[in-house]
């Protein structure tokens, strides 16, 4: 199946839609959602999920606490195999090192309720009173 990418800056696409086929997420109304939810911006601006992006533009994009910031290099509108994914766009080297940070600090933490399960016991809801007088 062929792919037609377009790289040159006069083509336009719906951000939804492109982020997509850009696999960030899985179907368009999870990328919808995001858009409207605040989680994207395009070129520092806040925007609709209908706005166009153009090849070249900055898209920064918040994905399960995860930011990316990332150049738009080309436009599809379809959903391909990720390697044609990946040439949509480029992450920029602070944003790819920041998320690394992140992926990496997420492995070594430990959170603190992951030990409890369910509703607390007698024993447990005495101690909680013990500290909370």
């Given amino acids: ?42 070129n520092g601006d806040t925007l609709k999920p209908s706005r166009e992006v153009r090849v070249g533009d900055l898209v920064r994009i918040e994905v399960e606490r995860l930011v990316w910031e990332i150049e738009v ?20 080297d602070d944003s790819r090192r920041i998320r690394e940070e992140e992926l990496a600090r ?13 509703r607390p016991t007698k024993r447990d809801r005495r101690i909680i009173g013990k500290l909370r007088d």
């Fill in 1 to 42: 199946m062929h792919y037609a990418i377009a790289s040159d800056s006069t083509a336009r696409l719906r951000i939804d839609k492109w982020l997509w086929a850009a696999r960030f997420f899985k179907t368009r109304t999870l990328a919808t959602d995001a858009v409207n939810l605040g989680r994207v911006h395009l």
């Fill in 73 to 92: 290099l080309g436009l599809c509108e379809v959903r391909g195999p990720a390697s044609v994914a990946q040439s949509l766009y480029r992450e920029t």
């Fill in 106 to 118: 997420r492995k070594l933490f430990r959170e603190p309720a992951a030990a409890l399960h369910g």
